[in-house]
């Protein structure tokens, strides 16, 4: 079970690289390690561990944020605005309020 721990902390704390690599990358995203995210960050005593001890929501905030930024250096406002309510449709999800 220790191991598990680790692997959950070393992905998160790489979670934005994964995820800049996921997007930047043209292969077939079903075979990226970033598929592990659904299954790792909606199980409840995985999601409480992460935000407790390892600040997951920063790192999701973070990683969304500077993925948006791009929209909003282009002025597309809207697309900011369609990913923000996903974003806390997300955060629902994890019942961080």
Known sequence: MLI??????IFVEN???MMKDFVAD?????FSI???SVQLFTVASIVHYLIESQD?????MGTF???WQQYLDAGMNR??????????????????F
């Open 4 to 9: 598990f721990w680790g692997f959950l902390k």
């Open 15 to 17: 979670y934005d690289t």
């Open 26 to 30: 043209d292969h077939d995203h079903s």
């Open 34 to 36: 970033t598929v592990l």
């Open 56 to 60: 997951v929501i920063s790192k999701l």
């Open 65 to 67: 944020k500077a993925e």
């Open 79 to 96: 697309a900011v605005g369609v990913i923000l309510v996903v974003l806390v449709a997300l955060l629902l999800c994890f019942n961080v």
